[in-house]
T-cell receptor, first 116, second 114 residues
Framework: NAGVMQNPRHLVRRRGQEARLRCSPM?????VYWYRQLPEEGLKFMVY????????ESGMPKERFSAEFPKEGPSILRIQQVVRGDSAAYFC??????????????FGPGTRLLVL | AQSVTQLDSQVPVFEEAPVELRCNYS??????LFWYVQYPNQGLQLLLK??????LVKGINGFEAEFNKSQTSFHLRKPSVHISDTAEYFC????????????FGQGTRLTINP
């Protein structure tokens, strides 16, 4: 059973460009979470999605950031007009749909975004 | 709102020595507690979790943690560490009643010296 997949693993963008980060949850998991890890810091929650629904986006910056989890295909975290402060590791996690409050969140390897 | 404090940013230990990584949390409601490990350039792997029941929780790789409600702590321990335990360790909490999001501490870098 493959784990959580994220791609690309490394992404380099110039200021003003768009970054698209993809996450495929574990098989059978319908809950996806995105976290951001700034250098020398812990992970910060960004958004929690189920298929075709955003459940909690309280950690998402108000501008330039969006996330989706379509019926088919991976979850996408999109950052428009990137700035240097967006440079970070972005982690995706997934959990099963039985009882998310008790289910373990399984993390992917992360996408390391560098904005030049 | 919940918060997690990991009191030590770095912990150097000699191989085969015992180690304790400290974690304190703040919450107005009961919580679930987790310890994750992150090896260099990798994602997070669950070490152990406390949901309810026995306050002493055993995890993978010989780690264990004890939930202390009165001290709002969830310290991680291992009686004898190995070089391969060198990694970043994160304590996290979640709210059983509400949002599923994890709130993480700042992390503790464990370095094992030969």
């Amino acid at each position: 059973n493959a784990g959580v997949m994220q791609n690309p693993r490394h992404l380099v963008r110039r200021r003003g460009q768009e970054a698209r980060l993809r996450c495929s949850p574990m098989k059978g998991h319908s809950h996806v979470y995105w976290y951001r890890q700034l250098p020398e810091e812990g992970l910060k929650f960004m958004v929690y999605l189920q298929k075709e629904n955003i459940i909690d986006e309280s950690g998402m910056p108000k501008e330039r950031f969006s996330a989706e989890f379509p019926k088919e295909g991976p979850s996408i975290l999109r950052i428009q007009q990137v700035v240097r402060g967006d440079s970070a590791a972005y982690f995706c996690a997934s959990s099963h749909n039985r009882d998310p409050t008790q289910e373990t969140q399984y993390f992917g390897p992360g996408t390391r975004l560098l904005v030049l | 709102a919940q918060s997690v404090t990991q009191l030590d940013s770095q912990v150097p230990v000699f191989e085969e020595a015992p180690v304790e990584l400290r974690c304190n949390y703040s919450s107005s409601v009961s919580v679930y507690l987790f310890w994750y490990v992150q090896y260099p350039n990798q994602g997070l792997q669950l070490l152990l979790k406390y949901l309810s029941g026995s306050t002493l929780v055993k995890g993978i790789n010989g780690f264990e943690a004890e939930f202390n409600k009165s001290q709002t702590s969830f310290h991680l321990r291992k009686p004898s560490v190995h070089i391969s335990d060198t990694a970043e360790y994160f304590c996290a909490v979640s709210d059983p009643q509400g949002a599923q999001k994890l709130v993480f501490g700042q992390g503790t870098r464990l370095t094992i010296n030969p």
